[in-house]
């Protein structure tokens, strides 16, 4: 359990991974604006564990995540009271993924995360390109290229975690399919991004019910 205190909403601060814009445009020879929050491009690694049949995920506190289980009038509130909403409230499952913040390939920003995020040493020929796709296009038009790796366990030099310095505290989460597969019949409330769907789903079709097709057809009646 985190041990959240000290909460509270501000005004923007620009930084370097979001920026609000508004884009003025004529289109059609109609005037138009369109309010956006820019963000940086990133990369998604859908990571399986062939020794132990587990999907890879990484389970962290995420402060957005956070902020929006909270009604709308009560964000304002300073401090936000953390004990009429816990921070398990921001707790997220996704795959492992970072942004494309150095001058390198998306290829070779999996490899650094699965290492930095899970603790595996990968190569880059180990990583299956996916596909590249919008997150949002509607507020951020920003692109995730996202890759799959099968590891295995002699693949693990430690234990990840992500950047201490830059006060990342991840767990990695092993989870057998049957378990993720959960987060799919959940209709209320899925604590997982939409682009760990996205790569899900893409796994489902593509790797595990050429494994296991029985099994998952039991979760599609
Ligand atoms: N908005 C923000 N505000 C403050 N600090 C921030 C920040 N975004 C990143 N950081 C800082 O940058 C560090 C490194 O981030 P990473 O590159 O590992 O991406 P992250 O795993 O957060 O996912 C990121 O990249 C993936 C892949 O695009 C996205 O899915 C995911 O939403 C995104 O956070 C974070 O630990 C944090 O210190």
């Known amino acids: 359990m985190e041990d959240l205190s000290e909460v509270h909403l501000t005004e923007y601060i620009p930084t370097i991974y979001t920026s609000p814009r508004t884009i003025y445009y004529t289109q059609n020879g ?31 506190f995420r402060a957005s995540a956070y902020i929006h289980q909270i009604p709308e009038e009560e964000r304002t509130k300073k401090p936000i009271d953390v004990k009429k ?5 921001g707790i997220t499952y996704e795959f492992c993924a970072g942004l494309e913040d150095k001058n390198i390939s998306t290829a070779e ?36 290229t996202f890759y799959y790796c099968e590891v ?9 975690g992500g950047n201490e310095e830059e006060g990342e505290n991840i767990e990695v989460v092993e989870m057998p399919v049957e378990e993720v597969l959960r987060f799919t019949t959940n209709r209320e409330y899925v604590p997982c991004p939409i682009n760990f769907m996205f790569g899900l789903y893409w796994f489902l079709n593509n790797k595990y019910h050429t494994k296991y097709a029985s099994c998952y057809s039991l979760f599609l009646v």
């Open 109 to 144: 920003t999996a490899r650094e995360e699965i290492l930095e995020e899970c603790g595996y040493e990968v190569t880059l020929d180990q990583l299956e390109k996916i596909a590249t796709i919008k997150n949002l296009s509607e507020t951020t038009g920003a692109r995730s």
């Open 30 to 60: 109609k005037q138009r604006k369109w309010h956006i929050m820019a963000e940086r491009n990133g990369v998604v690694i859908v990571l399986y564990n062939s020794t132990r049949d587990v999907l890879i995920l990484v389970k962290q």
């Open 85 to 89: 909403y816990p921070p398990n409230l």
């Open 152 to 160: 295995t366990d002699e693949m693990r030099l430690n234990h990840g």
